[in-house]
């Protein structure tokens, strides 16, 4: 194996892990040769793309897309992936050409897999993402998501949990909050199978399962939000549950777990002070807009168990947000809102709870004192 191939190999590993800066830095040495001797190589081109828009640096990744698109037209030699991810990023109708020209060549092939099929869903659901965003304005933006969700189904055979979370967004955006709901609720079913296919296979192969739960965090945590805006909080808990499974030291998800208990108490309030008005998706979507004017009693015994439940949550998310990068503007909105939240709720739990619901060791009321909460704040608890 010669030293480019191991070293590509080892940055997908790296990307895998979601480590983009020890990918460049596996990278670098090769960095001079994109543009002499490696300048037609596409694989490096694609790979030295990727850990640059996985680092944040589209603005370098951009003319590498495009050179390797024009390399490879037809997607036969590197895959169609490229064509995708600069659509994405050239967005309009520019941006929906580029990514039809990927699903046409993946189209063509003539002994479609399972994963060809995901690609080409894949890459419809990105197209009702640009015809959501940047032609909403469209007169035909609306037919067009409906035509393309319609064809993202019927490839899938209706089991694709993305597109089911796609269309949920879509009647939301129509106001049809009954039918987000059913989409929402099917999208967790075929989400459920599909981190429980992941998981088997580990189990049967020895296969690594990282890369393809890590891919799952993302729209996991949309569904979750989701969820939470049509009041689904029974799935969106379960959601979240996932989230934790995949990524036990994921902030967002003990932020979005946090929340959702949040919701629960304000919403259990809200019932208590109206016991004669029947809550739908359609009016909750409407009171998540006025939660703030719903004060909470927090010595309320109806709410005890999610009130407490959401100060845990929070209290892990706050200690995860110890160490984060001061540069990261995400997760740092995701520690100011915790903080937020917690000061509303009365606060952390102690660091002494935290360590027996996390590792679940105590002894007549002690803490194993090997097992130190301190760990959450560690730099690869992220």
């Not at 981190?195 to 569904?223: F, I, R």
Request: net charge negative.
């Amino acid at each position: 194996m010669s030293n480019l191939e191991e070293t590509l190999k080892n940055v997908r590993v790296a990307l895998s892990e979601n480590d983009a800066k020890r990918a460049l830095k596996l990278l670098k040495p090769f960095k001079k040769s994109l543009s002499s001797e490696n300048s037609n190589n596409l694989i490096l081109k694609q790979v030295y793309a990727e850990a640059y828009l996985e680092h944040g640096q589209l603005e370098k990744a951009y003319p590498i897309l495009v050179s390797c698109c024009e390399m490879d037209p037809t997607g036969t030699s590197g895959g169609c992936d490229k064509f995708f991810t600069l659509g994405q990023i050239i967005g309009g109708k520019d941006g929906l050409e580029v990514m039809q020209k990927g699903i046409d060549n993946i189209s063509i092939i003539k002994e479609m897999t399972k994963e060809h099929t995901e690609k080409i869903v894949s890459g419809l659901l990105s197209m009702i993402e640009i015809w959501m965003t940047d032609l909403c304005m469209e007169p035909n933006a609306e037919s067009e998501c409906e035509q393309l969700i319609t064809n993202a189904m019927g490839i899938s055979s209706e089991s694709s949990p993305e597109a089911w979370l796609t269309l949920g967004s879509i009647r939301i955006s129509q106001q049809r909050f009954s039918d987000a709901t059913n989409a929402f609720t099917q999208a967790w079913k075929y989400f459920e199978i599909k981190k429980n296919e992941a998981g088997k296979a580990a189990l049967d192969n020895g296969a690594p399962t990282h890369e393809e739960y890590a891919e799952m965090l993302q729209p996991l945590s949309s569904l979750a939000k989701m969820c939470m805006e049509v009041g689904l909080y029974d799935v969106a808990l379960k959601v979240e549950n996932a989230i934790k499974d995949i990524d036990e030291d994921n902030l967002e998800g003990y932020y979005l777990e946090g929340f959702t208990n949040y919701l629960i108490c304000k919403i259990e309030t809200f019932k208590v002070q109206n016991p004669n008005i029947d809550l739908t998706p359609e009016n909750i979507y409407e009171f998540n807009q006025h939660i703030q004017e719903i004060p909470l009693q927090l010595e309320n015994e109806a709410i005890a168990e999610p009130l407490h439940e959401a100060r845990v949550a929070l209290s892990f998310a706050k200690r995860l947000g110890d160490n984060i990068d001061s540069k990261d503007e995400v997760a740092n909105e995701l520690v100011s809102g915790t903080v937020a939240l917690l000061g509303e709720i009365g606060g952390p739990v102690s660091d002494e709870e935290l360590q027996q619901l996390r590792k679940g060791v105590a002894v007549d009321g002690e803490i194993d004192e090997e097992i130190d909460i301190e760990y959450l704040s560690e730099d690869d608890g992220n």
